[in-house]
């Protein structure tokens, strides 16, 4: 499992219905709870957050911008 840190781009790998987030929704890594558990911030186009959850890391897919290094 790649080392995910604050501030990263996320998407959930499966809906979590109680706080209204699908699968695919894309958030942000804002506190490391553990070394596994994050809290990430949704929020709209705007800036406007709607919904500030705690997740577990497999629960969610790192994204990237850009072509990433094979060197660890």
């Known amino acids: 499992m790649q080392k ?3 501030l990263d781009v ?3 790998l499966e809906d979590i219905p109680n706080e209204n987030i699908q699968r695919g929704q894309v958030g942000t890594l804002v506190e490391k709870l ?3 558990v994050f ?3 949704f929020s709209d186009d705007n800036g406007i957050v ?3 959850i ?3 890391a ?3 897919l790192h994204l990237h911008h850009a072509p ?3 060197e660890a």
């Open 54 to 56: 705690t997740v577990h």
């Open 39 to 41: 809290e990430v911030e």
């Open 10 to 12: 996320v998407a959930g």
């Open 58 to 60: 497999n629960q969610l």
């Open 4 to 6: 995910l840190n604050i």
């Open 68 to 70: 990433m290094s094979n």
């Open 50 to 52: 709607y919904a500030q």
């Open 34 to 36: 553990s070394d596994n």
